[in-house]
């Protein structure tokens, strides 16, 4: 073992011991405390910071935000269903192609949205675009905005 190793060795030994000794003889004495003078303790040696949950109001925090609603059709297209319906890719009718649109834009907006939700079977079209994270009335406005450009 290299010479510095050992001493370094030695010195965390010996602080180790140190921290022990201090610990014990901290415990025995606090056998011997008032109450008044463990609360003196206590708040002396309390923790600087205190965590607060976010929505914990009783601790200063603010309340928890409220869920920022639906996202708009619009944004969950542009996350969610852009890769396929801007670019055509795998047969998906592009937005903005009005012929592409015309014969399903005329099976009703029902359809549409059922087709958003559950998919096409056998198409590229899966369930929601594949955004599982989408609500079904997100996925129908995202139908919505896709059909009002495309017709
Ligand atoms: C991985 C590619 C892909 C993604 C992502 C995708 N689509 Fe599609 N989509 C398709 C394809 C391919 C079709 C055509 C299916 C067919 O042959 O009828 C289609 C068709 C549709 C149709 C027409 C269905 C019908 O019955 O005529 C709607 C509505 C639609 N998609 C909505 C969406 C929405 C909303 C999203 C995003 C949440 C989305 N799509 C994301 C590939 C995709």
């Known amino acids: 073992m290299p010479a510095e190793l050992v001493q370094d060795l030695a010195v965390m030994t ?3 011991f140190s921290l022990v000794a201090l610990v014990l003889a901290f415990s025995a004495a606090a056998v011997d405390l008032t109450d008044a003078q463990r609360a003196e303790i206590e ?3 309390h923790p600087v910071g205190e965590v607060c949950l976010q929505g914990d109001t009783d601790c200063g925090g603010a309340a928890a935000s409220v869920a920022s609603g639906p996202r708009s059709g619009e944004d969950v297209y542009n996350s969610a269903c852009m890769a396929c319906h801007a670019t055509g890719a795998g047969g998906a009718p592009v937005v ?3 012929a592409a649109w015309a014969d399903r834009i005329a099976k009703g907006t029902e359809a549409l949205h ?3 939700v ?3 079977p056998g198409t590229g079209m899966i369930a929601k675009g594949g955004c ?3 609500s079904d009335e ?3 406005a995202a139908v919505d905005y896709m059909v009002a450009g495309s017709q």
Do not use: K, P, T
């Open 14 to 16: 010996r602080i180790a």
């Open 132 to 134: 599982m994270s989408c």
């Open 43 to 45: 708040e002396r040696i």
């Open 118 to 120: 559950n998919g096409v």
């Open 138 to 140: 997100e996925i129908h």
């Open 114 to 116: 059922l087709a958003g």
């Open 96 to 98: 903005g192609d009005i």
